[in-house]
């Protein structure tokens, strides 16, 4: 079976900064989708960021880029300048390629607080 | 668009009774995802409807059913509740067939006494 673990339950930052937050991922499968999600404190679950594992490029978005180690089966997340909109639980992801459809597993998240 | 919606928000329910929980996905989107998140256990996969019918299932007892209706719209009824049944439940619709990416709603906060 899948897992997923993120070893850092809370971390902070400094607006302005940047910082990691790290996940490990357990599979057999070769093929699978890895994410980032933020949940803010209303609880609206947001899709931050996505990688391919056939993809060995890192995936970008603005702010949010991830180091993607696959034979490492490591997958952190780089949040570059910190706003204070950043801080929220945030939740790496697994999804198998072809087995389990519509099943994300999930970590058990981190607390990022940003600090002014 | 308009994102995925759930009703209600929030909702307080004695043990035993039942309890039916809507999620009204993104418009176009086929597939939806349960999910429950507790403190203790985290997020956990509850199940996932594709065009009407249930395409994969978590490990949750028989007490956790769902449907999905023709216009894509899904409610998960869960019976005999229990305390432990106290969560924030959340779905997810995605728009293809593989369910790549998933967008969520806000959730249901269920509280059990």
């Known amino acids: 079976a899948q897992t997923v673990t993120q070893s850092q339950p809370e971390m902070s930052v400094q607006e302005a900064e940047t910082v990691t937050l790290s996940c490990t991922y357990d599979?057999?499968?070769?093929?699978?989708?890895l994410f980032w999600y933020k949940q803010p404190p209303s609880r609206q679950m947001i899709l931050v960021i996505r990688q391919e594992a056939y993809k060995q490029q890192n995936a970008t978005e603005n702010r949010f880029s991830v180091n993607f180690q696959k034979a490492a089966k490591s997958f952190s997340l780089k949040i570059s300048d910190s706003q204070l909109g950043d801080a929220a639980m945030y939740f790496c992801?697994?999804?198998?390629?072809?087995?389990?459809?519509?099943?994300?597993?999930f970590g058990q998240g981190t607390t990022l607080q940003v600090k002014p | 668009k308009a994102g995925v919606t759930q009703t209600p928000r929030y909702l307080i329910k004695t043990r035993g009774q039942q309890v039916t929980l809507s999620c009204s996905p993104i418009?176009?989107?086929?597939?939806v995802s349960w999910y429950q998140q507790t403190p203790g256990q985290g997020l956990q996969f509850l199940f996932e409807?594709?065009?009407?019918?249930?395409?994969n299932k978590g490990n949750f007892p028989g007490r956790f059913s769902g449907r999905q209706f023709s216009n894509s719209r899904s409610e998960m009824n869960v019976s005999t509740l229990e305390l432990g049944d106290s969560a924030l439940y959340l779905c997810?619709?995605?728009?293809?067939?593989?369910?790549?990416?998933?967008?969520f709603g806000p959730g249901t906060r269920l509280t059990v006494t």
């Open positions: 992801a697994y999804r198998g390629f072809t087995s389990n459809t519509g099943k994300l597993i």
């Open positions: 409807y594709f065009s009407e019918t249930q395409r």
């Open positions: 418009s176009g989107h086929r597939s």
């Open positions: 997810a619709s995605s728009d293809s067939a593989s369910s790549y990416e998933q967008y």
């Open positions: 599979t057999s499968e070769s093929d699978y989708y």
